[in-house]
């Protein structure tokens, strides 16, 4: 986790790293839990037996699961101290680049593209999240997140 004291700190940063989160296993059974929440019950994420004789050779993981760990990401990568609260405010672009198999341990890098003062007193961050696989040689999702900090 890296820590930074105020969102001015963050300026310097702009165009570059600003770290790593913590990884995070995709199991069968959050697979089943996110198809139940969201009525997206596809063969290929829920049917491990079905699955195997699949394109992917096994169940693999909701892209929207993946996008979905986003929040997690972000509140084990890094955190600005005088930030009270962080609101949502969309995604720029989202690209599922590979398939997530079941069991896959992901983990988000970051990168600050833009910090920008907006109306209401909050600080807009624009932040590449890069979600990795363990052992994969490119990210598995690839999207542009906005995030309004308050302070």
């Known amino acids: 986790m890296r820590i930074f004291d105020t969102?001015?700190?963050?300026q310097p940063l702009v165009g570059?790293?600003?770290?790593?989160?913590?990884?995070?296993?995709?199991?069968?059974?959050r697979v089943n839990a996110f198809a139940e929440a969201t009525e997206d019950r596809q063969w290929i994420h829920v049917d491990p037996e079905r699955a195997r004789g699949g394109p992917f050779g096994g169940p693999i993981v909701h892209g929207f699961l993946t996008l979905s760990l986003i929040p997690y990401f972000?509140?084990?990568g890094f955190s600005v101290r005088e930030t009270r609260m962080v609101v949502n405010y969309g995604l720029n672009k989202v690209r599922f680049t590979a398939p997530v198999p079941v069991g896959s341990r992901l983990r988000a890098a970051f990168r600050l593209l833009a910090l920008?003062?907006?109306a209401g007193g909050a600080t807009q961050l624009t932040v590449e999240v890069a979600i990795e696989r363990e052992g994969a040689p490119k990210p598995v999702c690839v999207a542009e997140s906005l995030a309004r900090h308050y302070r």
């Open 16 to 29: 570059q790293p600003l770290g790593h989160s913590d990884w995070i296993t995709v199991d069968q059974a």
């Open 74 to 76: 972000f509140e084990t």
């Open 7 to 10: 969102l001015a700190d963050l």
């Open 116 to 118: 920008d003062e907006v």
